[in-house]
C-alpha cells in the first residue's frame, strides 16, 4: 500500500470557503478516480511562522503502478481545480509506502 500526502497551508482569509471546497468537491473527486480507497484529512497542529491554517490529505493506494496511473490520467485536472486559490496557499506532495500497519 502507497500513501499520496499532500500538505497545504492556507491564508486565514479564504480558509472557511477552501475547506468546504475539499470536503465536498476536491476529495470526494480524488476518489471518483478510482486510483484511491481511501482519503484522511487533518489539520497539522503546529503554528507556522508564515501564518495560515496547514492541512495534510493522505490518500491510500494500492501501489506505486496505481499512482503512477492517477499522476498519467488525472493529476493535472484534479490540480487545475485549485486555481480559484491562486496565489492563496502552499503545497507540497510525498509519496509514502506503507511499511507496516498494526492496530
Not at 499520496?4 to 480524488?30: C, F, G, Q
Request: aromatic fraction near 12%.
Amino acid at each position: 500500500m502507497y500513501i499520496y500526502n499532500v500538505t497545504i497551508n492556507i491564508e486565514e482569509s479564504i480558509h472557511e470557503r477552501w475547506l468546504d471546497w475539499m470536503k465536498n468537491e476536491h476529495i470526494p473527486a480524488m476518489l471518483a478516480t478510482g486510483k484511491f480507497s481511501k482519503a484522511l484529512m487533518t489539520r497539522v497542529m503546529v503554528e507556522e511562522e508564515m501564518g495560515g491554517v496547514t492541512y495534510a490529505v493522505q490518500y491510500t493506494t494500492e501501489n506505486k503502478e496505481m499512482l503512477e496511473k492517477y499522476y498519467a490520467e488525472n493529476a493535472d485536472e484534479l490540480r487545475a481545480q485549485s486555481k480559484q486559490f491562486a496565489g492563496k496557499f502552499v503545497s507540497f506532495r510525498t509519496e509514502l509506502e506503507i511499511v507496516s500497519e498494526q492496530s
